[in-house]
């Protein structure tokens, strides 16, 4: 059930999204994404013009976006200085390198052994923590943007952030993706998550001018949402699939659109609030459940699309949230498999 809406608030006091909730709808498309299959033969390997393919194909300018935007909202409540970049790098170390490199570690072994498309070289195995690999590459993306971001935004006195936002547009929309031996800890990523991230970061900074233009910030990120969703309709109705071109200006005005009106009008939703908590580790986990709950009601029998979908949703986020509650009893597993330090209270 949904709470009521938020009000934006007059007189320039600011407003407060439900981050929880906006990391709810975020696990809930990444984890859809990955049961129905990135392309026609993984998944549930649906193919146009099956709904959930155009479902799963829609959704790429929302998915990774969001958790950008959701970021940048979230590294802008805490104020960084230059004297506290060495501890805050540290904590983002510690948070995302070290319980992902093991996931990423355990996904490329069990993909090794089970002889997946996904299953790395041996001799080329310690490409996996340098260059994109899986769906861990939003790590080393949104790791970079931290680390690069967060020296200019405390060396500027956190004054940049809207130069940076204009200079990151134009990167996104002229500059060349790198080639694959290039894309070291997959900087092509973070050029596509950077706008979304400084975006999530200007919402939160600048509330005053955001509520004294919210009704004309509403307004266009709406009209760019219908106006980008018709070219994506008129897209498919001559070619019969969605366009896949991340790196074009549709694709930047729809993100940005969905976005910002994801922060300012989402209303706080309690069914998808508890799910918040346990992103990350949704994040790291969702495969391996999905995966292995695929394969046991393939064998079984059970070839009903509709059905293993949903199966795979609760499955996906289930076994992730339980070895989430069971991790975070211990020291050990806390500080390695969730990234929680020992000296921390243990997080949902």
């Known amino acids: 059930m949904s709470a009521p809406r938020r009000k934006i608030p007059a007189g320039g006091k600011g407003f407060s999204p439900s981050i ?14 990955h049961v129905i299959g990135s392309s026609p033969t993984s998944g549930l390997m649906v193919g146009y013009p099956h709904p959930l393919r155009i479902f799963a194909d829609a959704m790429a300018d929302v998915r990774m976006p969001l958790f950008a935007c959701i970021a940048g909202y979230v590294y802008g409540l805490r104020p960084l200085t230059l ?36 299953a790395p070289a041996p ?12 769906h861990y590459w939003f790590l080393q993306a949104i790791l970079v943007i931290f680390a690069l971001f967060g020296l200019f935004d405390a060396a500027t006195g956190r004054r940049g952030h809207l130069v940076a936002f204009v200079l990151a547009l134009g990167v996104f929309l002229v500059t060349p993706p790198l080639k694959p031996d290039y894309n070291i800890l997959s900087m092509n990523a973070v050029v596509y998550l950077l706008p979304f991230f400084l975006v999530g970061l200007i919402l939160q900074r600048e509330q005053g001018r955001v509520v ?18 018709w070219v994506a309709l008129n897209h498919y109705s001559a070619n019969g699939v969605l366009e896949t071109d991340r790196r074009d200006l549709t694709s930047l005005a729809m993100g940005l659109g969905i976005c910002t009106l994801a922060i300012l009008a989402l209303p706080r939703i309690t069914a998808l609030e508890w799910i918040g908590p346990y992103s990350l580790t949704i994040y790291l986990y969702h495969v391996f459940a999905t995966a292995l709950m695929y394969e046991i009601l393939v ?48 997080e949902r």
Do not use: N, Q
Request: hydrophobic share 60%; proline share 5%.
């Open 20 to 33: 929880e909730t906006l990391r709810g709808v975020a696990v809930l498309l990444l984890v859809a994404y």
């Open 83 to 118: 004297v506290g970049y060495p501890t805050f790098v540290a904590g983002k170390f510690r948070r995302l390198v070290i319980p992902g490199g093991i996931a990423c570690t355990l996904f490329a072994i069990l993909s090794m052994i089970a002889g997946k498309d996904t």
């Open 123 to 134: 001799a080329e195995f310690w490409t996996i923590y340098v260059y994109p690999y899986a």
């Open 212 to 229: 004294a233009w919210w009704p004309l910030i509403m307004a266009a990120s709406l009209l760019c949402v219908l106006a980008t969703g």
């Open 299 to 346: 064998a079984c029998g059970a070839v009903a699309l509709l059905p293993l979908f949903a199966i795979g949703l609760v499955v996906g986020i289930a076994v992730p949230v339980a070895l989430h509650r069971i991790a975070a009893r211990w020291a050990l597993s806390r500080r390695y498999i969730l990234g929680i330090g020992s000296g921390r209270k243990a």
